[in-house]
């Protein structure tokens, strides 16, 4: 062991008590402490707050640590001062400090007692606060749930777009420190792009939660009875259950009670004083179920949560992978029930539709991977992790036999010749297609884009067509997970073949397929919301509803191009 790495656990040992580094925390902070940018992605509870907390007690200045959450940045300053003789260690900057306040921030700052500043991102586009910074010694940067400038991920502020600027201005080279828990590959490069900092060493932790049981269910009008059954099973245990609506928190909650079982509600409409109080009871086992929307959660640390139930399916992985997470804390039991149709897919689409085009469009993209989540056969420990870049072998990974898919498999197909057909197809029409537009290629239909590229897709215009176009989606999906493609993200899902999918053409092998569950909507008709809004999914869905229509309303002369949601 090097002088310096006895140090470093002296150090740990002596501001935070604990023995040894969790993870890759130790590297990382070699690396901050070395002057070098520095990329963290490590799962919720990873341990990235150390990260720059433990090299900004060391270095000489002081870190500017930039955090949306300010109730999160109190706590941080509260547990830094405890460990320390001078309470002018850490400070938090923002507009609700007095003059005085403020001045004897600066002066910490200037004298060189303070190590760790916290700010707001709006905080720091104060020229005032700015034009401080740039006169002091400034150790490096941290900029905490760095997710957030990225309008991919689930928690977008604007306020974050400007840091590259503010940090330019503060110093021409202060070191930064990017960190999140956001693991999808999309995120992290508008991470480096926005920070300015495509040279930073990238320290990630594996995103897998081995002890996390995965299931999803079909959304019938049962559900509540069948969330009763399941909570039940469960006495005693805590869980959360996250809905969309608040009118179906307060409802559900409300039904659990009838049943005996103890449940409370939470969501933003509730006001402050009972959020805190069905929060507390919930931390102190006063209740065993909290019935909530996605408000609940941030910051909640019950080591002991054993199931997360969703009754309505999130709007992306990310935000279901965020949410399941806060079960099995502890490493203990935590099963993951989703409840799926796909109409409530077609419900979070009709909420984007005011929103600006390019958000819709990513909005859509997100839904899409949800929907091929909910649908997917094959492990969807695999597939979630697959998601977010990472390789997992459900054969060998720990964890590997914890979902639904993997407990009770589907039948599988040889589907060799198929995944010639479709990484041929897709090579020959030159990579530019997203799955909606291969697939129709496919199945030989044709819609505006293809009819435009006519040249370019004739030859291959109905290879498929002896399977139906859910039977593509599925295929590729898998082939997906599987490596041999891969999607271009910049360009909404353009599909590409990787080196394994060329290989694949020169020599092809066995590949194993599962059809994906079809979940049964026949109770929702006319709940379509957008002709376009559901790619391939929704556009037959879309024309089977019409056609429904048609049979059944023979006068139906100009059926419109897209049936309107109706609120039941
Ligand atoms: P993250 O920001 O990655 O979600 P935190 O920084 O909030 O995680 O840390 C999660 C928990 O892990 C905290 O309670 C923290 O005190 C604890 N922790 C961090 N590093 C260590 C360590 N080396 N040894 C023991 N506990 C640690
Ligand atoms: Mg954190």
Redesign the pocket.
């Known amino acids: 062991m090097s002088i310096a790495e006895i140090d470093l656990h002296s150090a ?1 040992k002596k501001f ?1 008590g ?5 993870g890759l ?1 130790e590297e990382v902070i070699k690396n901050v402490i070395a002057g070098n940018n520095t990329f963290v992605i ?9 990260c720059y907390q433990l090299p900004a007690l060391i270095k000489e200045g002081t870190a500017i640590v930039v955090s949306p959450l300010i109730a999160l940045m109190k706590n941080q300053v509260d547990a830094i001062r405890a460990v320390s003789e001078n309470e002018g260690v850490a400070h938090v900057l923002n507009s609700s400090l007095n003059k005085t306040e403020v001045k004897r921030v600066k002066d910490d700052i200037t004298n060189g007692i303070t190590k760790l500043l916290y700010v707001a991102p709006e905080s720091l586009t104060k020229a005032e606060y700015v034009d401080f910074l740039r006169t002091v010694k400034i150790s490096f940067m941290a900029v ?1 749930e760095a997710h957030c400038i990225s309008e991919w991920g689930h928690d977008f502020r604007p306020e974050y777009r400007n840091l590259k600027h503010i940090i330019k201005r503060i110093g021409d080279d202060i070191p930064i420190v990017g ?1 999140t ?1 956001t693991a999808t590959p999309k995120v992290q490069e508008d991470i480096l792009k926005s920070l300015g900092m495509s040279d930073a060493v990238t320290f990630k932790a594996s995103f897998n939660r081995p002890n996390l049981y995965y299931e999803v269910r079909p959304k019938t009008k049962n559900v509540d009875a069948d969330i009763i059954r399941f909570v039940k099973q469960n006495e005693g245990k805590s869980g959360i259950i996250y809905c969309l609506s608040r009118k179906r928190v307060e409802e559900l909650a409300q039904v659990l009670q009838v049943n005996g079982v103890k449940a409370v509600p939470y969501h933003a409409g509730l006001d402050a004083k009972t959020r805190v109080k069905h929060q507390d009871m919930f931390l102190m086992e006063d209740t065993d179920v909290v019935v909530a929307t996605i408000a609940f959660g941030m910051g909640i ?1 019950k080591p002991d949560v054993r199931f997360v139930i969703h009754h309505d399916i999130p709007k992306s992985i990310e935000s279901y992978y965020q949410e399941t997470g806060r079960a099995g804390r502890d490493g203990g039991e935590g099963h993951c029930l989703a409840y799926y149709a796909y109409k409530d897919i077609e419900k979070l689409e009709k909420f984007m539709s005011g929103k600006p085009v390019a958000e819709q469009e990513i909005g859509h993209a997100l839904l899409q991977e949800v929907v091929a989540f909910a649908e997917t056969s094959i492990s969807r420990r695999k597939f979630i992790l697959h998601y977010f870049g990472e390789e997992f072998d459900n054969e060998t990974g720990e964890g590997g036999d914890m979902d639904d898919n993997v407990r009770n498999p589907k039948k599988q197909v040889e589907a060799q010749d198929d995944v010639k057909i479709l990484l041929e197809t897709i090579q020959n029409t030159n990579e530019k297609y997203k799955s909606k537009d291969l697939v129709q290629v496919l199945v030989g239909k044709s819609n505006a884009l293809i009819s435009s590229h006519k040249t370019d897709t004739q030859p291959f215009f109905g290879v498929g067509k002896d399977k139906d176009a859910r039977y593509w989606m599925a295929l590729i999906r898998q082939v997906l997970v599987a490596g041999y493609l891969k999607k271009d993200i910049e360009t909404y899902g353009v599909l590409r073949l990787s080196d394994e999918g060329k290989a694949f053409i020169k020599s092809p092998k066995s590949f194993m397929m599962a059809e994906d569950h079809v979940f049964d909507e026949s109770t929702n008709d006319g709940i379509v919301t957008n002709a376009k809004g559901g790619g391939a999914v929704a556009d037959e869905k879309l024309m089977t509803l019409l056609k429904d229509l048609r049979k059944r309303n023979a006068k139906a002369l100009g059926v419109p191009p897209f049936v309107i949601f109706q609120d039941p």
């Open positions: 740990l935070f604990f023995s040894g580094f969790k925390q490590m799962p919720t509870g990873g341990g990235k707050s150390l905490d960190l828990a640390d």
